[in-house]
């Protein structure tokens, strides 16, 4: 966001300038690494997992967008991977059938969040799916990620539907 000024309220960490471009081959350890350290994050405190499961279950997902049309991005600050973001293409919406992009997962480092990295990501995501003529772009996000849904909820992101679930 050049021309933005850091943010000088107290407590607040200023905003970076992040640089977006597209992941490449050599992107994978990155993705696979951050991925792996932060797909805890999206588990829901209803559920109780096996830590080793929900990594396996990261590794299909990456498998999953892989092998459809989709983008990956990654966000850099100062040269360094600061965070990425995985969206699938074309995932038509389950009820109405719509064209939509689907952000599969993204994830920032932990010590460049709440920096404006997430938000120039997911920018960068709209603005590619914009340019395919997709119409929507939709994800989905834990009740409790409180961090992430203020992030999608300022970028404009509205609840579309819940997934409710019943501890047995």
Not at 14 to 23: M, S
Not at 55 to 73: A, C, K, M, P, Q
Not at 120 to 128: F, G, K, M, S, V
């Amino acid at each position: 966001m050049p021309g933005r000024r850091a943010d000088r309220r107290p407590g607040l960490a200023p905003h970076l300038n992040p640089t977006i471009r597209n992941a490449v081959a050599a992107d994978r350890a990155f993705i696979e690494g951050l991925g792996k350290q932060t797909v805890m994050d999206s588990v829901s405190a209803l559920r109780d997992p096996d830590p080793v499961a929900v990594v396996e279950n990261f590794d299909r997902l990456l498998e999953i967008v892989e092998t459809h049309g989709h983008l990956s991005l990654i966000a850099e600050c100062d040269g360094v991977a600061a965070g990425f973001v995985l969206v699938l293409d074309s995932l038509p919406d389950e009820v109405t059938g719509d064209d939509q992009a689907f952000v599969a997962y993204m994830a920032v480092r932990p010590e460049h969040r709440g920096r404006g990295v997430g938000r120039a990501l997911l920018e960068r995501a709209e603005d590619e799916a914009r340019r395919k003529g997709t119409p929507y772009i939709s994800l989905m996000v834990t009740e409790e990620n409180l961090a992430a849904r203020t992030l999608y909820e300022r970028a404009g992101y509205r609840s579309e539907r819940r997934l409710m679930c019943k501890t047995l």
